[in-house]
């Protein structure tokens, strides 16, 4: 049942009314919408977030305009980073009492690995106000091989490859920038290639005993991972703008511990390279 539309000329409009309490909200939206995306030649069903900042003399946002915005951009379907923008863009048009507005669309991207595909956990956003910032947050999983453990076991048994536990570790690449998202492939890479090993979805036992000594001959700590996160990404994107913000991250779940090991860097361009710089 649809009620009449001229009960809007009777009713009011309770949204627009002044609020209790005149406080600015920074983000008021509709998440966790679905939508559709074109990645690299796949057509994937996203998780979407669009949000506005409310002022203070108001009492609500209009809901159904935020999820028109994002709804109408994405049919047909386009790539994430485009849709992200125009979306942000379009919120502000739609909503012209806010003077901020961002799109966030959340999905597992495809990746190409030998004979099989795997998957990372990619986070696409745009933030518009007097300027656009694009921001990106890539999770994929690698191995990591304990370094310590091994030197405890090389020392009490002299092997050519030291015996040492493994685990799977999370590696996190997030980025905020004033030019284009970054590929997120590319951010992949960088964390996979960070790790002891990186990890597959189809082996076989010669393909799984490669992987294995792969990883104990590279042994790291999440602290080494974390800061080789930092030098692949400096070599690769280096040429972003020097005020660009990056998190690097690692959460290792432990084979020998009942708990996580995490270690983070937060950092901007300029920041890093003056500290590299002073060593």
Not at 8 to 18: F, K, N, T, V, Y
Not at 153 to 175: D, F, M, N, P, W
Not at 178 to 197: G, N, Q, V
Request: glycine residues 4%; charged residues 30%.
């Amino acid at each position: 049942m649809r009620l009449p539309e001229e009960l809007l000329e009777r009713a009011r409009d309770i949204h627009s009314e002044a609020p209790s309490h005149r406080i600015k909200l920074d983000r008021v939206g509709s998440f966790g919408l679905k939508v559709p995306v074109e990645f690299k030649g796949f057509l994937l069903l996203a998780e979407a977030d669009v949000w506005v900042s409310l002022p203070e003399g108001r009492r609500g946002v209009d809901l159904s305009r935020q999820v028109e915005a994002i709804y109408e951009l994405s049919n047909p379907p386009k790539d994430p980073f485009s849709l992200c923008r125009e979306a942000a863009i379009s919120l502000l048009e739609k909503l012209d009492y806010a003077d901020s507005s961002g799109v966030s669309i959340r999905f597992d991207a495809p990746l190409q690995d030998g004979e099989s595909l795997k998957y990372y956990r990619v986070e696409i956003s745009s933030i518009a106000s007097d300027e656009i910032i694009n921001k990106i947050r890539v999770e994929i999983l690698g191995m990591t091989a304990c370094p310590c453990t091994a030197e405890l076991i090389r020392a009490y048994k002299s092997s050519e490859i030291a015996a040492t536990h493994t685990q799977r570790s999370l590696g996190i690449l997030e980025v905020s920038t004033k030019a284009e998202h970054p590929d997120p492939d590319k951010l992949a890479s960088i964390i996979e290639r960070a790790m002891s090993s990186p990890l597959r979805t189809y082996t076989k036992r010669p393909d799984e005993g490669g992987l294995v000594i792969r990883s104990l001959s590279n042994a790291k700590l999440a602290e080494d991972v974390v800061r080789e996160m930092i030098h692949l990404f400096l070599e690769e994107f280096g040429h972003l703008p020097e005020d660009t913000r990056i998190l690097a991250a690692v959460r290792s779940m432990e084979s020998v511990h009942m708990h996580d090991i995490y270690a983070e860097r937060s950092f901007r361009l300029d920041e890093i390279r003056k500290e590299i710089s002073s060593h």
